[in-house]
C-alpha cells in the first residue's frame, strides 16, 4: 500500500520490566491488561490500534491532524485514566504479594510522532504499520528524558502546527527540548512534558 502521513501515539507502561520480574504471573496477568484497557477507552479521537504490545499501545490516525489542545489532552487523559485504574488495583489486591507495590513501580509516557513514510499493510485481520517513521516512534520510547511519565513530541510532529501559536506552558507543565542520537538513523529532535504534577 501506499504510504500516508500518519499520526503514531504510543502510550507505554514504564517500570513494566520491574513489575514483571518481581510480581507473579497470576496478578501481572490481570493488572497489564487492566491498565492497557483502561487506555484504549479513554480513546476520545478515533485513534485505531494497530498492535497492542505487551506494555505499549500503538495508536494511529490518518487524515487531518487533531488540534494541538485535543492532542494535549487525549495525552492528559490517556494518563489521569491510567492512574485511576491503578488505583483500583491497588485497592483491589493490596492483600496479595506485589500487590502493595503496582502504584509504586507502574507508571506511563507517551510518544507522539508525524510521519510521511509509513503503510498501513494488511496481515490477516489486523493491519501492521511499516516504515522509518515506525521505527523512529519505537526508538523514541528510549531517549535522554530524565524523568519516567512524560508526553513526548517529535520535532516532525510539532512542525505540522507550525501555523499555529503551541502555547509551551500548561501550567501544570511545560515544554522542554531535547534531542538523541540513534544508530541508523542520527539525530531525532523532540520536546517533552512532564506528567507527574496532574496526578501530584
Not at 520480574?21 to 490500534?49: F, G, H, M, Q, W
Not at 488505583?87 to 513501580?105: F, M, T, W
Request: charged share 20%; proline share 4%; aromatic share 10%.
Amino acid at each position: 500500500m501506499d504510504a500516508i502521513p500518519t499520526l503514531l501515539c504510543i502510550p507505554d507502561i514504564s517500570g513494566f520490566t520491574q513489575f514483571m520480574s518481581t510480581t507473579n504471573i497470576e496478578l501481572s496477568s490481570k493488572v497489564i491488561p487492566s491498565l492497557l484497557n483502561r487506555v484504549i477507552y479513554a480513546n476520545k479521537l478515533d485513534l485505531k490500534v494497530s498492535e497492542i504490545e505487551g506494555d505499549a499501545i500503538l495508536f494511529y490516525k490518518t487524515g487531518a491532524l487533531p488540534t494541538f489542545t485535543e492532542l494535549i489532552y487525549q495525552c492528559r487523559l490517556f494518563y489521569t485514566e491510567f492512574y485511576e485504574q491503578l488505583k483500583i488495583l491497588h485497592k483491589q489486591y493490596i492483600d496479595i504479594d506485589g500487590g502493595r507495590s503496582i502504584p509504586e513501580i507502574l507508571g506511563l509516557k507517551i510518544v507522539l510522532h508525524y510521519g510521511n513514510e509509513i503503510s498501513a499493510v494488511p496481515i490477516g485481520k489486523n493491519i501492521k504499520l511499516m516504515g522509518e517513521d515506525v521505527i523512529i516512534a519505537h526508538r523514541l520510547l528510549k531517549n535522554k528524558i530524565p524523568i519516567n511519565e512524560y508526553i513526548l513530541l517529535s520535532e516532525s510532529l510539532l512542525s505540522e502546527y507550525k501555523d499555529t501559536t503551541i502555547e509551551r506552558n500548561f501550567g501544570w507543565g511545560k515544554l522542554h527540548d531535547r534531542e538523541t542520537s540513534y544508530k541508523h538513523i542520527g539525530e531525532v529532535n523532540y520536546s517533552y512534558i512532564n506528567l507527574q504534577p496532574l496526578v501530584e
